[in-house]
């Protein structure tokens, strides 16, 4: 069964930095793209980038591009999401999901809320 | 980058009713890389249909995709209460791989 497991809830301060967690299970991790999205509080959801685990090769959405981090830990069948400054209009919840080749989000992750706050 | 709008924002209708929820793009989206995913209250997001139509694994043949080039439709034939979700559509035929803004499903 594919699974995908996400760590915990955060609350972090602005300008702390932060790395969350997402670990594949049931499927070759290698082989499939990881995406991340971004749901605010009340709002929709938006798509931040994709991680491809083999090569780590990596495409941001413009949005996204220079905000945040992705990397994987192909030992560890676990991609991340990470901040190196936080701020307060990152809170949101945060949803990994494995893309079927490059193109949908086939299954996802529980999510992670992030709550920045001073 | 492909901008999508969805209509109605919305959408509230009896059990056994008829559902058609669109979705339409600033441009043509590539080979019509589509896709619709049901969002209940605290959930994660679920895959219902990819390619404009093709349903994901497991779902009901209620729920049907079409479309083409800016213009697709998701429709629920005989709407049950548990469809009561956010509706949202993605296209994935370039990247940013955006998503609609939702359609809001209210069952009375």
């Known amino acids: 069964e594919v699974q995908l497991v996400q760590s915990g809830a955060e609350v972090k301060k602005p300008g702390e930095s932060l790395k969350i967690s997402c670990k594949g299970s049931g499927y070759n991790f290698a082989g499939y793209w990881i995406g991340w999205v971004r749901q605010m509080p009340g709002k929709g959801l938006e798509w931040m980038g994709m991680?491809?685990?083999?090569?780590?090769?990596?495409t941001y959405s413009p949005s996204f591009q220079g905000q945040v981090t992705l990397s994987v830990d192909m030992s560890m069948n676990t991609a991340y999401l990470q901040w190196s400054s936080l701020k307060a209009s990152d809170t949101a919840f945060y949803f990994c999901?494995?893309?079927?080749?490059?193109?949908?989000?086939?299954?996802w992750g529980q999510g992670t809320l992030v709550t920045v706050s001073s | 980058e492909i901008a999508l709008t969805q209509s109605p924002g919305t959408l509230t209708l009896s059990p056994g009713e008829r559902a058609t929820l669109s979705c339409r793009a600033s441009q043509s989206v590539t080979s019509n890389y589509v896709a619709w995913y049901q969002q209940k209250p605290g959930q994660a997001p679920r895959l219902l249909m990819y390619?404009?139509?093709s349903r994901a694994t497991g779902i009901p043949d209620r729920f049907s995709g079409s479309g083409s080039e800016t213009e697709f439709t998701l429709t629920i034939s005989r709407l049950e209460p548990e469809d009561i979700a956010v509706y949202y559509c993605q296209q994935y035929g370039s990247s940013p791989h955006s998503f609609g803004p939702g359609t809001k499903l209210e069952i009375k």
């Open positions: 991680i491809y685990p083999a090569d780590s090769d990596t």
């Open positions: 390619g404009t139509s």
């Open positions: 999901a494995r893309l079927w080749g490059n193109y949908h989000f086939d299954y």
